[in-house]
């Protein structure tokens, strides 16, 4: 199949592919969307830290903490380079994702003119997104008195851009949506969403969770003023996640939480905050989780992001078309492999797909079921939740075939 990997020699860095579950059966795991696998390589960096090298970092002088500081700062470095950002200085360590986002929203809520949304204001985000990138705007919206709204999704899932102008008005402050879906697959129109923003002078932040570790990042070339994604989806460990802004932006918007580290100077009757990125990482950072992120950056730059791309392609692509071989099977989103990332939600005819997920689980085969916190997704198709597959870089067409076998045994165990 042209596109594929080596997923045999890459899937020997990956103890846990090894598995076997449920007496003897070999684990299919596709539920990479959720969580991806961790190479080896990743796990002994972690212990190599812990062993060697652990220690607080920044501010000892003695060798153990400046050996973690090389190592913490230098992941920075390899996010920076990774995301193609203008300087490391723009990469700002997270827990995950959510609170990328979260920092994000609380900024702008505590933000002086011309970046405070207030009563005046408008949010935009989108129907499609993960509750993440969902109720901080709601909560900024309820705390600001500022006005939430949305695109819609078309009936093969996607975003619904005929009244973009009027969704996003010269009032929107903030256009915040996601660049792969998490649970539709799809791949989002960035050019057209920004250029309108841009257009009214609001600021656009872009959840890549399901992209950066699917495909090349480019924050400059994205244009937007934020970017987040998480570690735990790119091979990396959990408790470590990543958010992009503009280096201005970032000098003139104020901190979200407070504490050591993010400060210049504190006096009893006020603080002075540290320059961008140390002002919003209040506190002990996750510094192994750092470590064991550019430990699983390495990892994905030495096969080259375009060849992962490349393969999840051919993977998907195939899903697609053998998933349409089995009756009653719907897929909930884009049908085909174009402008579509690696996960794919489905329904089976009248079967709930927490049974489906329970009987394929019997079988090893692991996917992930319910609304991926997406409920809004699932509201508009009229579904109460739906099964999901999703593929990563050692993902097989072995697999894609289990799980097909799996679905008619599905089948036939619910007559």
Not at 94 to 118: C, F, H, I, Q
Request: hydrophobic letters at 40%.
């Amino acid at each position: 199949m042209p596109g594929l990997l080596d997923t045999e020699a890459i899937r020997k860095d990956f103890p846990i592919l090894d598995r076997q579950v449920h007496d003897g059966r070999k684990l299919v795991y596709l539920d990479n969307a959720a969580t991806s696998q961790k190479p080896r390589q990743v796990l002994d960096a972690l212990s190599e830290y812990y062993e060697r090298y652990n220690a607080n970092v920044h501010r000892g002088v003695h060798v153990l903490a400046e050996e973690a500081t090389a190592l913490y700062e230098g992941a920075r470095d390899k996010v920076a380079e990774f995301v193609n950002a203008p300087s490391r200085d723009e990469v700002i360590f997270t827990k995950n994702a959510s609170e990328s986002l979260n920092l994000v929203a609380n900024m702008l809520g505590w933000a002086d003119e011309p970046y405070r949304v207030d009563h005046e204001t408008e949010i935009v985000i989108t129907e499609m997104e993960h509750h993440s990138n969902i109720v901080p705007w709601q909560l900024l919206a309820q705390r600001t008195g500022a006005k939430l709204k949305w695109f819609g999704l078309t009936d093969d899932g996607r975003l619904d851009l005929s009244r973009i102008d009027e969704v996003i008005t010269e009032k929107t402050k903030i256009v915040s949506f996601v660049l792969v879906s998490n649970i539709l697959g799809t791949v989002n129109p960035v050019e057209a969403i920004v250029r309108r923003a841009q257009e009214v002078g609001a600021l656009v932040c872009v959840d890549a969770s399901q992209a950066a570790p699917h495909m090349p990042l480019d924050v400059q070339a994205l244009q937007a003023d934020f970017v987040a994604f998480t570690g735990h989806k790119m091979c990396g460990p959990t408790g470590i996640g990543v958010l992009w802004g503009r280096q201005e932006l970032l000098e003139d918007l104020p901190p979200f939480l407070g504490g050591g580290e993010m400060i210049e100077t504190v006096s009893m009757s006020s603080s002075t905050y540290a320059p961008a990125p140390h002002k919003f990482e209040a506190g002990t950072p996750p510094i192994a989780q750092a470590v064991g992120l550019g430990a699983a950056i390495d990892y994905l730059s030495a096969i080259g992001m375009d060849k992962v791309l490349a393969h999840e392609h051919a993977i998907t692509e195939y899903a697609v078309k053998r998933l349409a071989e089995v009756p009653d099977l719907r897929i909930i989103g884009p049908a085909t492999a174009e402008d579509r990332g690696a996960a794919i939600s489905f329904t089976l005819g009248d079967i709930h797909p927490h049974d489906v997920g329970q009987v394929l689980d019997e079988q090893g085969i692991a996917v992930r079921v319910g609304h991926h916190c997406a409920r809004p997704v699932c509201l508009r198709y009229g579904i109460p939740a739906t099964t999901r597959a999703s593929f990563y870089l050692y993902s097989t067409p072995a697999e894609i075939d289990a799980l097909v076998d799996g679905l008619e045994h599905v089948r036939n165990f619910f007559g």
